[in-house]
């Protein structure tokens, strides 16, 4: 999946957790913008990594994404979070199905 835009599912909760939690301004956040650009200290950066491995229920391993490493933007966090996603059973919890009223 390509994330040069900024519709997928994944991207918003990225940017809606940035918006939210971390108080970047919208305008601030697109697939290009490197983590260090944010204007988030190195201990933001990291809760914000933490904040968005519990929103996928997941666990990003350094060897696969170190927020302290120059030049990793947003759309490679995507990027990893689909990879590690689609490799692990319980990454997202299933949805509880309709019951018909």
Do not use: W
């Amino acid at each position: 999946m390509s994330y040069s835009d900024a519709s997928s599912p994944t991207f918003n909760s990225i940017a809606t957790i940035l918006e939210t939690d971390f108080k970047v301004e919208r305008s601030a956040i697109s697939p290009a913008t490197a983590l260090s650009d944010l204007g988030l200290d190195s201990l933001a950066l990291m809760e914000f990594v933490f904040a968005v491995e519990d929103a996928f229920h997941l666990r990003i391993p350094e060897d696969r994404l170190d927020p302290r490493e120059a030049g990793i933007t947003l759309q490679r966090l995507c990027e990893v979070i689909d990879t590690e996603s689609s490799g692990t059973a319980t990454a997202r919890p299933a949805q509880p199905a309709e019951v018909p009223a």
